[in-house]
């Protein structure tokens, strides 16, 4: 090889030794050990439902696997089969936590994050 190439191909090794190599090793440190909470809403229970049903419209979707329109379908089918509140729980809510579980895989005895 002739000279010039050789020094162009070290100074490329250089390079990615120096300058790429250490940020790809940040990015993927700062992916897998630096923690950021997902759950931030001050709300729980139906507060939290009424905020998905008010706020973004793609929330809902994320939190609970289907489009508001969708959901309030799926109340109202429950309302038809003779389903409603409960004395602390109202039926959104309830079809909510369902919804969660099976979208996030939790169980019941979920403890912590």
Request: glycine fraction near 6%; include cysteine; charged fraction near 10%.
């Amino acid at each position: 090889m002739p000279p010039l190439l050789n020094q162009h191909i070290i100074n490329i090794v250089i390079l990615l030794v120096n300058v790429i190599f250490p940020t790809i090793e940040q990015i993927f440190y700062a992916m897998h050990h630096i923690r950021q909470p997902y759950h931030t809403s001050i709300l729980s229970g139906e507060g939290w439902v009424q905020e998905l049903l008010h706020g973004h419209p793609e929330h809902i979707c994320t939190e609970l696997g289907m489009h508001k329109p969708a959901f309030r379908q799926m109340v109202f089918e429950l309302c038809h089969m003779g389903h409603s509140d409960t004395k602390y729980v109202s039926l959104e809510e309830q079809l909510a936590i369902f919804l969660y579980m099976c979208v996030t895989g939790l169980m019941i005895q979920h403890v912590g994050e």
